[in-house]
């Protein structure tokens, strides 16, 4: 209806803090905090998410299939904060039509069918965040342009001195260190990667302490990459930050990495939820998605193509080609 209710800080909430990950993994049941919630699971595309105990039946937000409540207990980390939505439905949807309305070669109905079969669902999507101090000690070789001349035969035999640029390569070794904050690691499978990677455009500072609050009138997915999971995802990312960073340490003008090692040290985590509005919608027979980003409007996600306008769309440029191509002979 648009009623709006106000959720004021808690006293006794506790801060956003970071927590030992070593510590939790050892005893994970005692050294992070456990809720219970009831959840339901797709039986198509496997997500597990929060249900609303007087709703027995819907479509699951990530992949349009329709659902028979069975909600389960589960337990799991809870959340230490999260970005409460900050675009609304309506905003939502109209950084959605605008993103649909420049798909040129997807198919006519594909709207009608993203609105009346998608409506948007608000999302809190499970992430991590990881902090770490690196110490990384690499072995390469450092490349060093220098210019030769030689002898040579031009097109008509004559002799001709010319010039070209080799590569002098040294022996390098060294050492790097670098710290890590907020290394973000979405905690979902049931998202498509590459879409929900490029949603990476967060402001954490905006991160408020969790409270069930904020979770009334949208759902909530929990967890599928675990925490120790989580952190080789986490490793990827940083391991290829340091490599930058030893190609910058080797200098010259070209580099060789043959060895890195890497000690992680001092390492936390966070598990925080994350606001998307959600547009899942079957089209021939597939399932496709829409992610808007709840606090800055991003939209990223797949769409069906139209192979008819783009058998078109070819057909017209080689037309266009060939009419280009009869005057240039007809002015020759």
Request: contains cysteine.
């Amino acid at each position: 209806c648009g009623h709006e209710n106000p959720i004021e800080a808690a006293a006794d909430a506790p801060p956003v803090e970071e927590q030992d990950f070593h510590s939790a993994l050892a005893n994970l049941a005692t050294a992070a905090p456990i809720e219970e919630n009831k959840t339901v699971k797709c039986g198509t595309c496997a997500a597990e998410f929060s249900w609303d105990p007087a709703v027995h039946a819907a479509d699951c937000p990530f992949c349009g299939s329709a659902i028979v409540a069975d909600p389960k207990t589960s337990r799991h980390i809870q959340p230490a904060a999260l970005v409460p939505f900050q675009l609304s439905e309506k905003e939502a949807q109209d950084r959605l039509k605008k993103c649909l309305g420049g798909l040129w070669f997807a198919p006519n109905d594909v709207k009608r069918y993203a609105y009346t079969q998608g409506k948007l669902v608000g999302m809190y999507v499970p992430y991590w965040t990881y902090d770490s101090q690196t110490f990384s000690n690499y072995s390469g070789e450092r490349g060093i342009n220098y210019t030769e001349t030689y002898s040579d035969t031009d097109k008509d035999g004559n002799a001709v001195t010319r010039t070209r640029t080799r590569i002098e390569w040294y022996p390098v070794s060294g050492h790097v260190d670098r710290w890590f904050d907020d290394v973000l690691v979405v905690a979902s499978r049931s998202l498509p990667k590459k879409y929900a990677d490029r949603l990476d455009e967060w402001n954490l500072d905006s991160l408020t302490p969790y409270q069930d609050q904020y979770i009334a009138g949208y759902r909530s997915e929990v967890y599928q990459v675990d925490l120790e999971e989580g952190f080789g995802e986490a490793r990827c990312k940083m391991d290829d930050v340091i490599r930058d960073d030893v190609r910058h340490d080797i200098g010259g003008d070209h580099q060789r990495i043959h060895f890195v090692n890497t000690r992680y040290e001092d390492i936390t985590f966070k598990h925080i939820l994350l606001p998307i509005w959600m547009n899942a919608y079957r089209y021939g027979g597939k399932s496709y998605q829409f992610l808007v980003n709840a606090q800055t409007g991003e939209v990223e996600g797949a769409r069906p193509w139209s192979w008819i306008k783009i058998g078109l769309a070819v057909a017209a440029a080689v037309v266009v080609v060939g009419v280009i191509a009869y005057f240039a002979s007809q002015g020759q």
